[in-house]
């Protein structure tokens, strides 16, 4: 059974500019969640993808968007890159049937 | 809007003695909460989970309580270990499962 990966570990980006993170789910699962965690703080929920739909959106801007394949892969977009989105981007994937989310390593962006 | 809180940042145990991590919440929708361990470079890891029908769930070395009147659950972990060091976080969710809040997380440290 092959786990939550994501891509890239670590990026460095300056304010203005545009960055894609990558996530691939873990096998069987059709549920995408993106989270944002800022240092010292718990994962701040970002946006859920179901079959490669919107399924449910937290408090950010529309300059976070997102995409869900049909392999059940994911992409978070964050356009307009400001200092305050410097962060541990986490990808986790579930089955919609169930309640446990399983999360991946994560992605370190840090904006200039 | 903090709707899952963790007050305590940090908690110091000896190894073999119980460990008990609080979380509060403010929304009564909830009706489903979890808690992962995160490991630095890691995702969080599910641990543990209980619904808002039960007071209690047990596995192993891990105990969650619920107590939906006064918004408020624990995990117990007895006896500590080592390896148990990491950072705690609770997590809660409402019915339609597309949305988790999370507590900003308590980093226990147990000592050999």
């Known amino acids: 059974e092959t786990g939550v990966t994501q891509s890239p570990t670590h990026l460095i980006k300056t304010r203005g500019q545009q960055v894609t993170l990558r996530c691939s789910s873990q096998?069987?699962?059709?549920?995408v969640s993106w989270y944002q965690q800022a240092l010292g703080q718990g994962p701040q929920f970002i946006f859920q993808?179901?079959?490669?739909?919107?399924?449910g959106r937290g408090n950010f801007p529309p300059r976070f968007s997102g995409l869900q394949f049909p392999n059940y892969s994911s992409e978070l977009n964050v356009n307009a890159l400001e200092l305050d989105d410097s962060a541990l981007y986490l990808c986790?994937?579930?089955?919609?049937?169930?309640?446990?989310?399983?999360f991946g390593p994560g992605t370190r962006l840090t904006v200039l | 809007d903090q709707q899952v809180k963790q007050n305590s940042p940090s908690l110091s145990v000896q190894e073999g003695r119980i460990s008990i991590l609080n979380c509060d919440y403010t929304?009564?929708?909830?009706?489903?909460f979890l808690w992962y361990k995160k490991y630095p470079a890691e995702g969080p890891t599910f641990l543990i989970s209980?619904?808002?029908?039960?007071d209690k769930n047990e596995d192993g070395r891990f105990t969650v309580f619920l107590n939906k009147s006064a918004k408020h659950l624990s995990l117990h972990i007895v006896p500590s270990q080592p390896g148990d060091s990491a950072v705690y976080f609770c997590?809660?969710?409402?019915?339609?499962?597309?949305?988790?809040?999370f507590g900003s997380g308590t980093k226990l440290n147990v000592k050999p």
């Open positions: 209980i619904s808002s029908i039960k």
């Open positions: 096998s069987g699962h059709n549920t």
């Open positions: 929304n009564s929708m909830f009706d489903y």
């Open positions: 986790a994937s579930s089955n919609i049937s169930y309640n446990e989310q399983f």
């Open positions: 997590a809660a969710t409402a019915y339609n499962f597309n949305k988790f809040y």
């Open positions: 993808y179901y079959r490669e739909e919107e399924n």
